[in-house]
């Protein structure tokens, strides 16, 4: 599974981006969104299965929305309400589970920065 995520940049905070993660394939059973910051472990920050079941790090919930659109092979991030502290390297990952552990997505985006500083 080939995975290409895009729409990071620069926001200030209270604004807005939609990340998009393309993949090649559909046969996965989850896709999830995770972020990364220096010095720090990959967080989980939102999942959706392929019957729709939507789970949120307890931070986004109610400012992140993740939507797939299966005939586009797409999945996206749409966040609102952006603060410094969500500033991160996003990546978006696969996985043929139905699963939230990291080590069960076997397949990752190359990931995409999103920087919210005024």
């Known amino acids: 599974v080939q995975l290409q995520a895009s729409g990071g940049g620069l926001v200030q905070p209270g604004g807005s981006l939609r990340l998009s993660c393309a993949h090649s394939?559909?046969?996965?059973?989850?896709m999830a969104w995770y972020r990364q910051t220096p010095g720090k472990q990959r967080e989980l920050v939102a999942t959706?299965?392929?019957?729709?079941?939507?789970n949120y790090e307890d931070s986004v919930k109610g400012r992140f929305t993740v939507s797939r659109d299966n005939a586009k092979k797409m999945v996206y991030l749409q966040m609102n309400s952006l603060k410094p502290e969500d500033t991160a390297v996003y990546y978006c990952?696969?996985?043929?589970?139905?699963?939230?552990?990291?080590?069960?997505?076997?397949?990752w985006g190359q990931g995409t920065q999103v920087t919210v500083s005024s």
């Open positions: 959706i299965s392929s019957t729709g079941r939507i």
């Open positions: 990952a696969a996985s043929s589970k139905f699963s939230s552990w990291e080590s069960d997505f076997g397949s």
């Open positions: 394939t559909s046969g996965f059973k989850q």
